[in-house]
C-alpha cells in the first residue's frame, strides 16, 4: 500500500492562493489515479479535484473549476494541488488520496469508495 503525505496547508487571505503538496511513498504512484478531497467542521468529505495516472485528465468539482489545479510529477512521486483566488469557504482539512485502478471515470473518480490509500490532511484556512 502506497503511503501519503500532505504539506503546504496554512493560513491565507480571501483571493491568496497556497499549493499544496503530497508525496507519495512505498510504491510508485505513476499508474495510480490520485485525488484531492477536503472537509470542512461538521461536513462530508467531499471530492476536489482528480488526475489520471499520466497527467493527461483531469477533473474538478464545480465549487473550484476555474480557481484550482491539480498536477503530478511521477518522476518524483508527487501530486500538487495549486489553489488560486482562495475563498473563505474552501477551509477545510484537505486530503490526498490514491486509487490503484488506473481507468479514470469522471463519475467514480469523485467517490471516497474508489480510493486506497489517504493521507492524513493538511488544514487550509481562508480569512476573509
Do not use: H
Not at 2 to 20: D, I, P, T
Not at 42 to 53: D, H, M, N, P, Q
Not at 60 to 71: L, N, P
Not at 99 to 116: A, E, W
Amino acid at each position: 500500500q502506497v503511503q501519503l503525505v500532505e504539506s503546504g496547508g496554512g493560513l491565507v487571505q480571501a483571493g491568496g492562493s497556497l499549493r499544496l503538496s503530497c508525496a507519495a511513498s512505498g510504491r510508485t504512484i505513476s499508474t495510480y489515479c490520485m485525488g484531492w478531497f477536503r472537509q470542512a467542521p461538521g461536513k462530508e468529505r467531499e471530492f476536489v479535484a482528480a488526475i489520471s495516472w499520466s497527467g493527461a485528465v483531469t477533473y474538478y468539482a464545480d465549487s473550484v473549476k476555474g480557481r484550482f489545479t491539480i498536477s503530478r510529477d511521477n518522476a518524483k512521486n508527487t501530486v500538487y494541488l495549486q489553489m488560486n483566488s482562495l475563498k473563505p469557504e474552501d477551509t477545510a482539512v484537505y486530503y490526498c488520496a490514491a486509487s490503484n485502478t488506473p481507468v479514470f471515470s469522471s463519475v467514480d473518480v469523485t467517490t471516497t469508495l474508489r480510493y486506497d490509500s489517504w493521507g492524513r490532511g493538511t488544514q487550509v484556512t481562508v480569512s476573509s
